[in-house]
């Protein structure tokens, strides 16, 4: 056969007999491919659902369309998330970075891409902001630095080259708020000029000064949160430092912590924990009462494995929503990264059970109506 002539007209050609062939495998498949999913929630009942676990990434495979619908997603070489530990949100985005390869993932569900960052800029990428512009910044602790790359992924300067151990950034306004590990303080830089401003988290007594921290995360107001490894307890600050709050002790029950790294906060005030220790993500009001858990460490869908960071966001919900169950209105969006385990982000949905017409006059609120507090007292 010469693979370049045209065939003989009247004879079939190879591809339509192939899919011919292949046609009744592809039926057959599609409906195997798709069992009843078990419906993972938290609180698991009789609590009122505020959690579902809808789906996980851990390759291009789970992003990008495959070239024929009978065959199986695949992954390039270096599409694959080995050890990812930071994860950052914008738009139809996420980013991802994977410490062992020292490469940055850019995934997009409405393209279904995925996309990597150049590799020789980085040494040992942990954690990611991203500012309004679009800019990217690593804290990449190999380098002693903090690394901005511009949208497109094209490094644009190194920051922070004072900081001896950077493990997270977060930026607020003209301002860029870097965890030193080391020093055991948050320094701030100016946004345009990237020169040190001021240092907080060392003022205020013994028990709410930083000690090894290791993640933070800014409010919509402000107010800065940090993780500490030291002494298992959460520190809330303004952007001066003075100490608003700091709740949290060693132990291993709930509303104590084992090694908190990831933190975030959500448009609510909501502060979601992540416990590395423990394997399970802690959810606080700003009285900070625990309201509820969820994860915890196994193999079966929605546990984690080697918890490290969090994102929250309202963007991609239409995406997401249809892993959903029928019955339960996602309202946002939770990425956790996992550093070992099958699944390396866990993707889950914040809301509530819908109300039928029916239930109506008869089923107490839930989700936003109704306080988590009852799902922490367990009533």
């Avoid at 990597?116 to 002693?144: C, H, S, W």
């Avoid at 709410?208 to 940090?226: C, H, I, Q, R």
């Avoid at 709740?247 to 990831?262: L, V, Y």
């Avoid at 502060?271 to 196994?298: K, P, S, T, W």
Wanted: charged share 20%; with cysteine.
């Amino acid at each position: 056969m010469h693979p370049h002539r045209p065939n003989a007209v009247g004879k079939p050609t190879f591809k339509p007999f192939l899919l011919l062939l292949l046609l009744p495998f592809w039926l057959t498949g599609c409906a195997l491919n798709k069992p009843a999913k078990e419906t993972v929630y938290f609180p698991p009942a009789p609590n009122p659902p505020h959690l579902q676990y809808l789906t996980s990434i851990s390759s291009a495979a789970d992003v990008k369309p495959a070239l024929l619908p009978f065959l199986p997603n695949t992954a390039e070489p270096g599409e694959t998330l080995s050890k990812p530990y930071g994860i950052a949100v914008r738009g139809s985005k996420i980013y991802v970075s994977d410490t062992p390869f020292a490469q940055l993932s850019a995934i997009d569900f409405e393209q279904k891409t995925y996309a990597l960052f150049r590799q020789d800029a980085m040494q040992t990428p942990i954690n990611i902001a991203l500012d309004q512009e679009g800019n990217i910044y690593v804290a990449d602790t190999g380098k002693k630095a903090v690394l901005q790359f511009t949208p497109e992924g094209d490094l644009q300067r190194t920051l922070a080259r004072e900081i001896t151990k950077p493990t997270d950034v977060a930026i607020y306004g003209d301002e860029i708020f870097v965890v030193d590990y080391s020093s055991s303080e948050v320094k701030v830089l100016d946004r345009k000029s990237g020169n040190l401003i001021r240092s907080i988290g060392r003022e205020g007594k013994p028990d709410e000064t930083l000690s090894l921290p290791t993640n933070l995360a800014l409010d919509k107001n402000g107010f800065v949160y940090v993780t500490n490894l030291g002494h298992n307890r959460i520190i809330k600050m303004d952007r001066t430092g003075k100490v608003m709050k700091a709740f949290g002790e060693t132990g291993d029950r709930p509303g104590q912590f084992a090694r908190p790294k990831g933190i975030a906060v959500d448009d609510d005030g909501l502060i979601y924990v992540v416990d590395a220790g423990h394997q399970v993500v802690q959810i606080f009001n700003q009285d900070a009462q625990l309201l509820m858990f969820f994860g915890e460490r196994g193999s079966k869908a929605g546990t984690l494995n080697l918890p490290a960071d969090i994102a929250i966001s309202r963007d991609n919900l239409e995406y997401f929503r249809r892993f959903a169950d029928p019955a339960f209105e996602v309202e946002q969006l939770i990425f956790v990264t996992n550093q070992a385990g099958p699944r390396k982000i866990s993707v889950y949905g914040f809301g509530h059970q819908k109300v039928s017409a029916q239930q109506n006059n008869t089923t107490p609120p839930l989700g936003n109506n109704a306080p988590l507090q009852a799902v922490a007292a367990g009533k």
